[in-house]
C-alpha cells in the first residue's frame, strides 16, 4: 500500500498521469532535429550529390574554444583516409540567434548549405539555388 501525503488539507499531490505529455508539445531539441532533418531533405531533393559520403551530426555546444574567439554554428571536417566528412551543427548557438521556430528552421538551413559548400566545393547555389543568405530570420 503507497502512502500519500495531504498536506495542510489541499488535497493529494503529484502528476494526475505520471509519464503523459501534452500532445502537439514539441520540446526544443526535438525541433532542432525536425529542422535539421527538413534541411537535409531540401538538399537531398536539390542536390543529391552534395550529401554523398558526408555525416550529419548535431552537438549541443561546440567543445573548446574557435579559432577566431566566435561561438561557431557549425563545423564541417574534410575526409581523411577512411573517415568520412562530417557536418556538426551546434544547437544551442544556432537557437539563441533565431527568434522563432521558423526563423530557426531558415538559419539551420542556410549553415548547412553553406557547411556543405565548404566540404564539397559545390558553390551554395549549386547545393540549393532557392537559397537567400541576405534574408532576415
Known amino acids: 500500500m503507497v502512502k500519500r501525503r495531504d498536506r495542510h488539507g489541499r488535497g493529494l499531490r503529484g502528476p494526475v498521469m505520471p509519464g503523459a505529455r501534452t500532445p502537439g508539445y ?10 535539421v532533418q527538413d534541411a537535409v531533405g531540401r538538399v537531398q531533393r536539390s542536390c543529391p550529390e552534395a550529401l ?9 555546444v561546440p567543445r573548446g574554444p574557435s579559432s577566431n574567439g566566435g561561438v561557431p554554428l557549425a563545423v564541417a571536417i574534410e575526409a581523411v583516409g577512411s573517415y568520412p566528412a562530417r557536418i556538426v551543427i551546434f544547437r544551442r548557438p544556432l537557437e539563441h540567434r ?4 521558423r526563423g530557426l528552421r531558415i538559419l ?5 548549405v553553406e557547411q556543405l559548400s565548404a566540404v564539397t566545393g559545390h558553390s551554395v547555389h549549386d547545393i540549393d539555388p ?4 541576405d534574408d532576415d530570420y
Open 98 to 101: 533565431s527568434a522563432t521556430r
Open 108 to 112: 539551420v538551413h542556410r549553415t548547412l
Open 130 to 133: 532557392h537559397v537567400d543568405l
Open 52 to 60: 554523398g559520403g558526408i555525416d550529419i551530426g548535431i552537438e549541443d
Open 26 to 35: 514539441v520540446s526544443r531539441p526535438e525541433a532542432f532535429v525536425d529542422a
